[in-house]
């Protein structure tokens, strides 16, 4: 005999609480269907991307729900390319671009990065098109350290496709991934007039700085540069042909021209603090999404202690992930934090 009929048998129950309870019942039944479903196609993603459910890019914290803006955005119908990898977005990549990664992937149409995939997370994919869903009606993006334009390319097709017009800006150190960049806007439909693009070293300040040159292009996307070398070490190392000597961009003179940044990609090994804390000022004044790559948790702490004073909001972060040797931590993967900007994302 259940618990309920042995209620109704003493009268310690009546019909309508009965009736009431099993509405209750199958509307959570329903709800653990829905669930048991969004399960199992998470499941077929990431065994699909090589992944398993105890994956750590499901630990993170937000204050949306940053599976569904990516979900939301993912394009219907996509068709492969014969020369590309397309992602989910529709973004067509070349995989010259990472060959030890992509290698062999032309024609195949990737699945939706939940919860990450070769490239980024759900943390950083999340903060992006958080940032497109908040842009008024033009969408302004920056990109410092751009690579091929993974996140102009990104953005800016998922802020096409929902009716944005786009201004897509890149700064680039490594001149043959400048050409990558230039290569992956071209091959996915964007003008000349919507793109632009910069050789040079991002930074708080104008100056000189070293850049290291690599053999092939798509080898090494985390080459450092070397600032406030003296002349004689600049002139060594530019005669040794292992180095580019190349300008030093502020983020005041790239942002000069445009009114409000909607997205500012910072992702720039290891100099993320100081260009925070040196830019705080314009940062406030024109930049309503800051969404950053950090490479190690002092770099996050300081974050934290500069955009919370100034009055930004923490909207998604992932904290970096680190091995301990004798004691020391070492970053094995970065980490992303998502910032808003309330004075111009009230």
Not at 244 to 249: A, T
Request: contains cysteine; charged residues 20%; negative net charge.
């Amino acid at each position: 005999m259940s618990a309920i009929t042995t209620l109704l048998k003493n009268g310690l129950l009546r019909i309508p609480a009965v009736r009431s309870l099993r509405e209750a019942r199958n509307a959570l039944l329903v709800q653990r269907d829905a669930l048991s479903a969004d399960l199992d196609i998470c499941r077929q993603q990431l065994s699909a991307a090589g992944l398993e459910v105890s994956s750590p890019f499901y630990y993170y914290n937000t204050c949306f729900d940053a599976q569904a803006v990516i979900r939301r955005h993912a394009a219907t119908g996509l068709q492969p390319h014969s020369d590309y990898l397309t992602n989910f977005l529709g973004v067509l990549i070349d995989p010259k671009f990472f060959p030890s990664i992509l290698a062999g992937r032309a024609g195949q149409v990737e699945p939706i990065p939940i919860p990450a995939n070769w490239h980024a997370d759900i943390a950083e994919w999340a903060a992006a098109l958080r940032a497109v869903d908040l842009a008024p009606g033009r969408f302004t993006m920056i990109e410092l350290g751009c690579g091929w334009g993974c996140w102009m390319n990104n953005t800016g097709v998922a802020a096409r496709r929902i009716g944005r017009a786009v201004q897509l800006i890149g700064i680039e150190g490594d001149v043959k991934h400048i050409g990558f960049a230039r290569e992956a806007c071209e091959a996915n439909g964007f003008s000349p007039s919507e793109v632009t693009l910069h050789h040079g070293i991002a930074a708080a300040e104008s100056g000189t700085a070293l850049f290291p040159r690599q053999d092939s292009a798509g080898l090494s996307w985390g080459l450092e540069p070397i600032f406030d070398a003296t002349e004689a070490q600049r002139e060594r190392a530019v005669r040794s042909g292992k180095y580019d000597e190349l300008p030093m961009l502020s983020l005041a003179e790239v942002a000069a021209q445009y009114a409000r940044i909607d997205l500012l990609h910072i992702d720039i090994q290891g100099g993320e603090a100081d260009l925070v804390a040196a830019c705080l000022p314009l940062l406030s004044q024109k930049i309503a999404y800051l969404l950053i790559g950090t490479h190690s948790r002092p770099i996050e702490g300081r974050l934290f202690d500069v955009l919370l004073k100034a009055g930004w909001r923490l909207e998604i972060e992932r904290p970096c992930q680190i091995h301990l040797t004798d004691g020391v931590p070492a970053t094995h993967v970065d980490g992303v934090q998502g910032w808003r900007n309330p004075a111009l994302l009230p």
